[in-house]
């Protein structure tokens, strides 16, 4: 089962221009059973209005998608996009993430992520950090269900403020961290807590926005793809990630798709967007 994440950056190239058949087919390019997606567009101007999940499910041959807003409405507009809601009207503008699957999804689940700077009446942003969420797909694979989750985690970083500055700031809604530390930190830990309930084995994968072996050493769990992937056009540091939660033994071998080192992925130029993308290879 080949498992794969990619920020797509709404499908922005090196020339400056969104082309969606050029996203999609990149997509299909990396010929992944499952593929998570990251900065995801539905019927925004700058992508001509595509619904960019629906287009690449189509060109990789998925027979199941979904696509999770985190803001919706029209991305470009302040006061006019919000954070998006659990139930939002089918085929709204939105941004945010998708997962695509070759084998049929059994059920879906869907988790809102807390941001570090309040969104007042879901609609007014008063600091930086944009709504995140995670969605998880309980795929039928032939060796039996898998539990794949996508996220895009914060971008966020807390700065020091006084004492009175910080009464005030949590008062209204902004949460509380250590200078330098950055929110990722705070929702890969929430989406542990809240993943327990979902079945195993589980992957977890996307853009976490920290680099490393963080996302690992803070979850427990195994990382299945070691690569840069970011910048693309000259990736010096991994923020895309794969992670197991099991305790199946199960192997993975990207590079040669058999059975390996449990860690061993590999990164995908697939010249659109600022990231790279990782894919997987894994036996169960």
Known sequence: MRIA???????LGPDGRVDNDRLAQAVAALDADVVGLQEVDRGQSRSGGADQAALCAAAMGAVDHRFRPALAGPFRYPGVRRRARRADRPGAPGYGIALLSRFPVLSWHSVLLPP????????????????????????????GPVTVVCTHLSVYRFSAVGRAAGIARRAVGYRRGAPGERQAEHQVD????????????????????????VPADRTGWRPLGIGDTFPRHDPRFQIDHVLLDDDTGIRADAAAGVPGPAAVGRVVDTGVSDHRALVVDVAF
Request: charged share 20%; proline share 8%; aromatic share 8%.
């Open 5 to 11: 994440t990619f920020n797509v950056q709404h499908g």
């Open 190 to 213: 929430y989406l542990r807590r809240r993943l327990v309930g979902l079945p195993r084995p589980l992957v977890l994968l996307g853009d976490f926005n920290l680099r490393g072996s």
């Open 116 to 143: 570090a700077t309040p969104w007042v009446w879901g609609r007014v942003q008063l600091g930086t950090d944009e709504p995140r969420v995670a969605l998880a797909a309980r795929v039928d694979a032939p060796s």
